[in-house]
């Protein structure tokens, strides 16, 4: 029995300081062949492990055969198992992203609370050569930066990956050898997802010009992460040059701007958000247009006389509380009205100062804030969810009043933009009993 990939595997987990063999380490184990063969090769390696279960729910009945094979080897071996189960489409269409996005974020969030909750000190999830060239590829497409073109670390903060140094074929081959049991994905055949189509169509395509593809993928992005450290350093050096910090702002003067190219600037500012795009306007002639702005999520960027000026976005704090009971209150300098109906007694009024919404769906009490970059709700008349920043956009609604626009929050949801337009989910529906009327004298 061949025992290289173990040997191999420990070599790589001390080369990078991966894991100490007092640490406990919980296993991200889906049930398919690469994670299966981590599990066995780190109880190989004597490590103090545990298996966690992501059930997504996503493909019915294979996804239930894919707990159980996990149970059967956890109860069998006396491996402490973490299991959860998420709805994940639900979960994706409340954030308004991708079913593959909401479980990793849900994954990744759950990982975290095992952790802290058991006492483990590392998660090691099943990521190896293949996945590397895969989002290396993907990072190329979509555009990227430096830092995209190392793909996937060995090590982020606690979340390592024991086999990224080898190829699925070294895995499958592990295998085979050792009997192991794991079930196969289907969905990692469907080509509607990106990832996928690269591996099936891309990947065969370029291994006809290089057979050796992963193997020199892996030599191209240890030489990139080389560069890449040494890139920081001198970004680090031109952040001391450049930047000078006073009272909460980042100044920059154009005199130190006009020495450096937009590649460097977006490393320099990106911090704050600003994109490359922004990075080129800003050095092209926009440099000398004075009080034009530039927007982030998080900041905003004045091009000054002598220099630009990034500031923090204020961050309206929670200006007042609305309790069910209540039937007014003074917010924002304005006076708010708040009056209870039953449905059937209740008309809907077409004014953009007034909101009813259905009362049983609210969460009490009800918060009212400034709006924040990233806001999202479902519009009124609309199943969908759209940032707040485009229906200002959409409904040309001006700066300076964009600016002061408060929003009513039932738990975390928009449930108003105040003066606009009420979420589709707090809508009065033919199954309402109870109304509650908001008023604001703008």
Aim: with cysteine.
């Amino acid at each position: 029995m061949d025992n290289s990939l173990i040997r191999q595997t420990d070599v790589f987990i001390t080369k990078e300081g991966l894991l100490d063999l007092g640490e406990k380490v919980l296993v991200a184990v889906s049930g398919g062949v690469d994670s299966m063969v981590l599990l066995h090769i780190l109880q190989e390696l004597g490590y103090n492990t545990a298996i966690a279960h992501a059930n997504f729910q996503l493909r019915g009945e294979e996804s239930e055969l894919d707990e159980q094979l996990i149970r059967q080897i956890a109860d069998s071996q006396e491996i402490p198992l973490h299991i959860r189960r998420f709805n994940t489409r639900e979960y994706a269409k409340d954030q308004g992203i991708s079913v593959q996005m909401a479980a990793r974020d849900l994954r990744y969030a759950w990982f975290k609370q095992v952790m802290k909750d058991h006492g483990y000190h590392k998660v090691a999830v099943a990521h190896h050569l293949n996945d590397l060239l895969e989002t290396l590829l993907l990072n190329i497409t979509r555009g990227t930066g430096i830092a995209g073109l190392h793909g996937i670390l060995p090590q982020q903060g606690a979340i390592i990956r024991p086999l990224i140094f080898t190829d699925k074929q070294n895995i499958q081959a592990y295998a085979d050898d050792r009997d192991i049991k794991w079930r196969e994905d289907r969905s990692n055949s469907d080509e509607s997802y990106q990832r996928n189509l690269i591996r099936h169509q891309v990947v065969p395509i370029l291994k006809k010009i290089n057979p050796a593809l992963e193997a020199t993928t892996k030599n191209t992005v240890e030489i990139l992460k080389s560069v890449e450290d040494e890139f920081n350093k001198a970004i680090q050096q031109y952040r001391q040059q450049m930047i000078i910090e006073e009272g909460g702002h980042i100044r920059i003067p154009k005199s130190r701007l006009r020495a450096i190219t937009p590649p460097i600037l977006k490393e320099v500012i990106g911090d704050y958000g600003f994109v490359y795009d922004q990075c080129k306007l800003l050095l092209g002639s926009t440099i000398d247009q004075t009080g034009k702005v530039f927007y982030s999520d998080t900041h905003t960027l004045n091009v000054d006389r002598e220099e630009i000026i990034i500031s923090p976005k204020s961050k309206e704090s929670v200006q007042a509380v609305i309790d069910c009971n209540q039937d007014s209150i003074s917010i924002g300098g304005y006076q708010w009205q708040i009056l209870h109906y039953q449905s059937e007694q209740y008309h809907i009024k077409n004014m953009g100062n007034t909101a009813a919404f259905d009362f049983e769906k609210l969460d009490f009490p009800l918060k009212v804030r400034g709006w924040l970059p990233g806001d999202r709700f479902y519009p009124l008349g609309m199943t969908g969810q759209k940032k707040l920043s485009d229906f200002f956009i959409d409904n040309k609604v001006p700066r300076n009043l964009k600016t002061e626009t408060l929003v009513l929050l039932s738990g975390d949801n928009i449930a108003w933009v105040v003066g606009h337009r009420i979420d589709n989910r707090y809508k009065i529906t033919n199954k309402t009993r109870k109304v509650l009327e908001i008023s604001v004298a703008l």
